[in-house]
C-alpha cells in the first residue's frame, strides 16, 4: 500500500491527495475573494486532469484522526475522488438551499446526487407507463 502522508504533497504515487482533512492548510482568503476562489479551483481541476495517469485502484493508506488516536484506513485514489464527488454535492444542496432563500432560482437538478437523478427518471418514466 502506498501511505499517504502529510500536506500538502501526499505521496510521491498521488501528491494531491491529503492524508487528512485535519492537516490540510486552511486559505481564508478563498472565502473572501471570489477572483482568488477561480484561481483555487482553476489550479484544483488542473491537478484533478493530472490525476488521470494515476491507477486509480491502487492501494492507499490514510491516517483518519479519531478521538485522542488515529487510525490507518485503507482506501484507493478512485474510492477517494467518488467520496469527494458526493460531499461536493452535498454542498452544492446547501449552496442551492441558500439560493433559493435569496430568490436565485438554479436548475432542479443543481446539488442532487446523479444516484438520486436517476431514481427521479425511473419514477417519471414508470408514471408515464401507468398513465399511458
Not at 505521496?11 to 494531491?16: D, E, F, I, K
Not at 490514510?62 to 485514489?77: N, Q, W
Not at 449552496?95 to 437523478?117: K, R, W, Y
Amino acid at each position: 500500500m502506498t501511505p499517504i502522508t502529510g500536506m500538502p504533497g501526499g505521496s510521491p504515487a498521488c501528491p494531491t491527495l491529503p492524508s487528512s482533512s485535519e492537516h490540510r492548510q486552511r486559505d481564508t482568503s478563498l472565502e473572501q475573494s471570489p477572483l482568488r476562489a477561480a484561481q483555487r479551483l482553476a489550479w484544483i481541476e488542473s491537478r484533478l486532469q493530472g490525476l488521470k495517469r494515476e491507477p486509480v485502484h491502487d492501494a492507499l493508506q490514510l491516517a483518519y484522526p479519531a478521538g485522542g488516536s488515529t487510525l490507518d484506513l485503507g482506501s484507493s485514489l478512485g474510492r477517494e475522488l467518488a467520496f469527494l464527488t458526493s460531499h461536493t454535492i452535498h454542498h452544492m444542496a446547501i449552496i442551492g438551499l441558500l439560493a433559493e432563500s435569496l430568490g436565485i432560482g438554479l436548475p432542479e437538478e443543481f446539488g442532487v446526487h446523479p444516484s438520486t437523478l436517476r431514481h427521479w427518471q425511473r419514477e417519471s418514466a414508470e408514471h408515464s407507463a401507468r398513465s399511458a
